[in-house]
């Protein structure tokens, strides 16, 4: 395997990280255990997802995660309380997965899987908050659910095809930038619209 598939797979899953952290850590695990997820030599230091403790603990926070992140409000404090657990997990999942014999390239992985897991938090977050200001719970609903879906079909591809993980990091990446320059127009303009004009001088 290429160094630019290791790059992709660990771009994709610290992206995925930033959305769905422990379901990221699970759903990799169980694939592990099950061996529908045929990892290569080099990416056997993932082994330890497939821990039954840590599986363990990763399905009982990826179950409370996927109740409150379907409650609205409750879903932007969870991520709130995440905004700095999801970022390092993103950067040790990146960190298991480049190789060890190289210390360079696990530094730079760990900075850019945490900024990568950072980003897509932001992105989540933002669209979230917009979400939350429906007056309507549904939408709530679709949406973290079309995230649970992504984040474990995203997952099985990246790790099933590594030669396409690059392209859907990069896609990854460019739809959560959309996420984040949606949000903060759709905020703009929500508080642009509460300003009342200026009665006009004389």
């Not at 060890?100 to 730079?108: C, H, I, K």
Request: aromatic content about 10%; proline content about 6%; hydrophobic content about 55%.
């Amino acid at each position: 395997m290429g160094i630019m598939e290791i790059i992709g797979i660990a771009g994709s899953v610290s992206l995925l990280a930033g959305w769905r952290l422990y379901l990221s850590i699970f759903a990799t695990g169980l694939a592990m255990r099950m061996e529908a997820i045929p990892l290569p030599d080099h990416l056997q230091s993932l082994d330890v997802l497939a821990n039954p403790w840590v599986m363990g603990l990763a399905a009982v926070a990826a179950v409370a995660e996927f109740f409150a992140d379907k409650v609205m409000w409750l879903d932007s404090a969870w991520d709130a309380i995440h905004t700095f657990v999801r970022p390092i997990g993103g950067a040790l999942l990146a960190l298991a997965i480049i190789d060890p014999a190289d210390p360079a390239t696990q530094v730079v992985a760990f900075l850019l899987g945490g900024g990568a897991a950072l980003t897509a938090h932001a992105g989540k977050a933002g669209a979230r908050g917009v979400v939350n200001a429906s007056p309507e719970p549904v939408s709530n609903i679709a949406v973290s659910s079309v995230e649970d879906v992504a984040t474990v079909g995203l997952l099985y591809l990246a790790y099933e095809y590594p030669y396409a993980a690059g392209a859907i990091a990069l896609v990854l990446l460019a739809f959560v930038v959309w996420l984040i320059w949606l949000a903060r127009k759709l905020v703009r303009g929500f508080f642009g619209r509460r300003k009342k004009p200026e009665p006009p001088p004389g």
